[in-house]
């Protein structure tokens, strides 16, 4: 079993901390990808099917319980929608880190339920 240093215990539990309150911040958050399209209309006179498609529509696609499905992304909720999506990369990258740090802890004998 390897010993960690006072300084590195403090360390990594204070960079936990810092992780563990950044989730807050996430609220945001939708897991899914976002992707635009170009669609053509019924009309047959329509200038869409001579290579002027109506769009980009904006669609965010989520999979749940193996099952895909998309949702229309309104103009006013692009912004939006792009930062939750980040904002779930965001929160794999933070949970990977918190993992990594209560592996360091447990390998030094210092991984319990206690509060930092």
């Keep these: 079993m390897s010993k960690l240093r006072k300084p590195s215990l403090k360390k990594l539990l204070l960079e936990r901390?810092?992780?563990?309150?950044?989730l807050a911040s996430l609220a945001l958050m939708i897991r899914g990808s976002?992707?635009?399209r170009?669609?053509?209309c019924?009309?047959?006179t329509c200038p869409c099917h001579q290579g002027k498609r109506h769009g980009p529509?904006?669609?965010?696609a989520v999979t749940r319980e193996k099952s895909q499905r998309q949702h229309y992304v309104p103009i006013?909720?692009?912004?939006?929608?792009?930062?939750g999506i980040g904002q779930h990369q965001r929160l794999?990258?933070?949970v990977a880190?918190?993992?990594?740090?209560?592996?360091?802890?447990?390998?030094?004998?210092?991984?319990?339920?206690?509060?930092d």
């Excluded at 901390?17 to 950044?22: G, V, Y």
Aim: glycine share 6%; charged share 30%; aromatic share 8%.
């Design 57 to 60: 529509r904006s669609y965010v």
């Design 92 to 94: 794999l990258d933070i």
């Design 38 to 40: 170009f669609s053509t």
């Design 17 to 22: 901390r810092k992780l563990l309150q950044e």
């Design 76 to 83: 006013t909720q692009v912004d939006a929608v792009r930062k």
């Design 97 to 115: 880190r918190i993992s990594a740090i209560n592996i360091e802890l447990m390998r030094g004998g210092k991984l319990n339920g206690q509060k």
């Design 34 to 36: 976002f992707f635009q």
């Design 42 to 44: 019924s009309r047959p």
